[in-house]
C-alpha cells in the first residue's frame, strides 16, 4: 500500500524556520521524483519545489532561497526546509510521488504528472 506521511508542521512567526519529512513506503522510492505543493484556503494547489531522481531540484519564484527540498533514499524520506517564512506561506502542504523518467525540470512543480499524494500538514504562519 503506497503511502506519503507528511511531518513537521505547526505555527511559527513570520521570520522563523521550519523544517517538513514526508516519509514514503509501497513503492519504488528510487525511481520516483518527488515534490512538494502547498494549497491556501480559496487558492489553486501550487509546486513549491520538486526533486528528481538524479536531485535536480526546481523552485517556484516565491519560494526560491528560502525553501530546500532534499530526499533520502535510504530512509525513504523527502524534507523542506522552510527559512524566512512569511504569511503567505501559510497553507496545507502536500508531499507528491511520480514517474517519468523523462520529466523536465520545469514540470516537477505541476501537479499532473504526480501520482501519489500524502494527506497534508498544515503551516500557519503569524506576522
Known amino acids: 500500500q503506497v503511502q506519503l506521511l507528511e511531518s513537521g508542521g505547526g505555527s511559527v512567526q513570520a521570520g522563523g524556520s521550519l523544517k517538513l519529512s514526508c516519509a514514503a513506503s509501497?513503492?519504488?522510492?528510487?525511481?520516483?521524483?518527488l515534490g512538494w505543493f502547498r494549497q491556501a484556503p480559496g487558492k489553486a494547489r501550487e509546486g513549491v519545489g520538486g526533486?528528481?531522481?538524479?536531485?535536480?531540484?526546481r523552485y517556484a519564484d516565491s519560494v526560491k532561497g528560502r525553501f530546500t527540498i532534499s530526499r533520502d533514499k535510504l530512509k525513504e524520506m523527502v524534507y523542506l526546509e522552510m527559512n524566512s517564512l512569511t504569511p503567505e506561506d501559510t497553507a496545507i502542504y502536500y508531499c507528491?510521488?511520480?514517474?517519468?523518467?523523462?520529466?523536465?525540470?520545469?514540470?516537477?512543480?505541476?501537479?499532473?504528472?504526480?501520482?501519489?499524494w500524502g494527506q497534508g500538514t498544515q503551516v500557519t504562519v503569524s506576522s
Open positions: 507528491a510521488a511520480g514517474k517519468d523518467l523523462l520529466i523536465r525540470q520545469s514540470n516537477l512543480l505541476v501537479p499532473a504528472p504526480y501520482t501519489y
Open positions: 526533486i528528481n531522481i538524479d536531485y535536480n531540484t
Open positions: 509501497g513503492f519504488d522510492f528510487s525511481s520516483h521524483f
